[in-house]
């Protein structure tokens, strides 16, 4: 009797195995399918490939990182229909979801603060600056999993540009100050509320680009944002010397990713022609 219970279990647990196999091999064959889908960029039915290979293998990180991206792939910055809206929220659930199980993902960790950093193209000042503050979390988070990610780096520096040079023209707009006109903010009251508030997280967003040009020395669009925040940081400046002084180290980061963009083109186009000459 014992034996014939055994013999079942072992039975009804080779079934279970089988069928397991089974709901994985159909969970890949609708990855597949997502993924030549989302090529295709048939978004609505990469979607629905990717919810049936999570379905059938909760387990499979792949898949859950597809869906996600599919839903984040038909989100519209600025628009605020409900069903934007909905695409956006659904990425966030199905990041945080492959999150829970791999902490330090890094894709998805990116992926949420790229999400968050879009969404504050749209809305008032306090909510763009709201979704500001949580992409520069989930930035902040990339630079700790991934010490080497430049991105993470030249975004947290981005950020900080996006919440002040607002700020910065506020004020000159205020004191009747045209953008083109010379600086340092003349009221001095003015100049040192601003100093008080921004200096600070201003020089660490020039230090986060650092950091962003340490990991890729070429990296002119870090170069191009030095560039603004050292430009603008010189409204801050005590005296006219100070702010001459800024605006010349401005323009060095200005003709240096001038110069870095014509050497990256040209070594591109020497590989190209290189490449003709192979095939030939």
């Not at 430009?231 to 060095?252: F, H, M, S, T, W």
Request: charged share 30%.
């Amino acid at each position: 009797m014992n034996y014939r219970k055994l013999l079942l279990a072992g039975a009804v647990g080779t079934l279970a195995l089988l069928s397991t196999g089974c709901e994985k091999l159909k969970a890949r064959d609708n990855l597949n399918k997502g993924v030549q889908a989302f090529k295709s960029a048939k978004y609505n039915n990469a979607v629905e490939h990717f919810k049936e290979a999570v379905r059938l293998d909760p387990e499979f990180p792949t898949a859950r990182l597809y869906l996600a991206t599919a839903y984040m792939s038909q989100y519209i910055p600025g628009a605020d229909s409900p069903e934007n809206m909905q695409n956006a929220r659904a990425a966030e659930q199905e990041f945080l979801k492959v999150l829970e199980r791999d902490p330090n993902n890094a894709l998805a960790i990116e992926s949420i603060a790229s999400l968050h950093y879009n969404q504050a193209q749209g809305g008032t000042m306090e909510e763009k600056s709201k979704k500001l503050d949580e992409a520069a979390k989930w930035y902040t988070k990339l630079a700790e999993v991934d010490p080497k990610n430049k991105t993470s780096r030249y975004s947290l520096g981005v950020i900080t540009w996006a919440k002040w040079y607002p700020k910065l023209m506020e004020a000159r707009n205020n004191l009747g100050m045209k953008p083109e006109d010379p600086g340092p903010i003349k009221d001095k009251k003015v100049k040192e509320e601003l100093k008080a508030q921004w200096l600070q997280p201003v020089n660490d967003g020039i230090k986060h680009l650092e950091e962003a040009l340490q990991v890729d020395p070429e990296y002119d669009e870090a170069m191009a944002y030095m560039n603004l925040l050292i430009r603008e940081r010189a409204d801050l400046a005590d005296g006219p010397e100070q702010y001459k002084k800024d605006i010349e180290v401005a323009d060095n980061w200005v003709q240096k990713a001038l110069d870095t963009k014509k050497i990256k083109a040209e070594r591109a186009a020497s590989n190209a022609t290189k490449g003709i000459r192979a095939d030939k």
